[in-house]
């Protein structure tokens, strides 16, 4: 059914993004070619962030995800299709793979199956999500890993030490703007830690590659984990993926979840799929990276929207508010070192 030049109802997210400089031209834009092009009747398009949107039809509601570039539009549709065909369930599907790919104001887009959420949003707060989400994530490298043959030629090799000293060079370079915040001397051991993890990662880190590889999903945050209305976990958002060893994405995870931990390595310990990793010194020295306070400075600052108390607030909170218990986290973790 083709219905152009319906009065256009949008309802907008928080999360706008005023470069495009308005949205409401840009939404209606995207209304009307998305009526024409799917040949579907929509009642609405939310923005739920950056270049997301939801479209609810009359029929159903999809996921609309922009990518500048049609290879990663192309790549994410044939991984989730290989992803389901191993026989993994707990994500989504893309619709109309096989037409021509949607392609609007310079970006190309994806229709994916919509989720509808459970009330009981999954939350790294809450320790039997923390345990289904490692759960989940380690079925998912046991699918994947039979994908590495066909998509490790197409996919980065991850490098996370690489990663973790571009994210420390930049911070060195915005340390007159954390200083602006937070005590000197705080700033000075965090950037400590962060040397003396990344030295001896560098120099161990082929510990873990002595595993099968398998495709990581490099982005374990806990908006990437959907809990469907029906109460299954899903893990969705495959834009980082890449080819290494499963060590990596468990890292990533418990660095995730320390915080909620309050950064007890015995709680650590308590959860399966995880405390296997925590034998090997490599994997230790990567749990004494400082990740997430150097990113979301580095966010912060990059955003230049600093002086917002909402978002400066929980970043000088774990970076401040943490300090002691990350600090007697260093000294628990390097007691527990081989080397
Ligand atoms: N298939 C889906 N069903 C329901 N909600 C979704 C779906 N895909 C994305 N979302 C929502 O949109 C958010 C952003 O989507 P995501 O693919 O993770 O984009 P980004 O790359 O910006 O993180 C998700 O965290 C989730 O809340
Ligand atoms: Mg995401």
């Known amino acids: 059914m083709v219905c152009r030049g319906r009065v256009t109802k949008m309802k907008r997210a928080m999360n706008i993004n005023i470069k495009r400089g308005g949205d409401d031209y840009f939404l209606n834009r995207l209304f009307s070619y998305l ?5 579907v009747e929509i009642k609405e398009i939310t923005q ?26 192309k790549i994410q549709e044939a991984f989730v299709s290989s992803l389901r065909k191993t026989g993994f369930d707990h994500s989504y599907r893309f619709y109309n793979q096989n037409k021509d790919p949607l392609h609007f104001h310079g970006s190309y887009y994806g229709c994916i199956e919509y989720i509808d959420h459970n009330e009981m949003r999954f939350d790294y707060g809450v320790q039997a999500d923390r345990e289904k989400g490692v759960e989940l994530l380690n079925r998912f490298h046991d699918h994947t890993s039979v994908l590495v043959p066909s998509y490790a030629g197409m996919l980065p090799k991850t490098d996370l030490a690489r990663k973790w000293r571009h994210r420390k060079t930049e911070f060195a370079k915005n340390l007159s703007g954390v200083n602006f915040y937070v005590k000197k001397a705080i700033i000075e051991e965090v950037l400590e830690w962060a040397d003396f993890s990344l030295g001896n990662f560098v120099r161990l880190k082929s510990e873990l590659e002595t595993g099968l590889p398998v495709i990581l999903h490099g982005d374990v945050a806990h ?46 310990e308590k959860i399966s799929y995880l405390n296997k990793w925590l034998d090997s010194d490599a994997f230790l020295y990567g749990l004494l990276y400082p990740a997430d306070i150097l990113r979301e400075w580095n966010r912060l600052l990059r955003n230049r929207n600093q002086t917002h108390p909402y978002s400066l607030a929980p970043i000088v909170e774990m970076t401040v508010g943490q300090f002691q218990q990350r600090k007697q986290f260093q000294e628990e973790v390097k007691s527990r070192l081989n080397d």
């Open 35 to 39: 009526t024409s092009e799917l040949e």
């Open 48 to 73: 739920l962030r950056g270049n997301v949107y939801l479209v609810e039809t009359v029929e159903r509601h999809f996921i609309l995800k922009g990518y500048k570039d049609l290879r990663k539009l």
């Open 223 to 268: 908006h990437n984990f959907l809990r469907s209305k029906e109460g299954k976990l899903h893990l969705i958002d495959f834009d980082l993926i890449s080819s290494g060893s499963r060590g990596y994405d468990m890292l990533q995870y418990a660095n995730r979840i320390l915080p909620y931990l309050d950064w007890q390595f015995e709680s650590l």
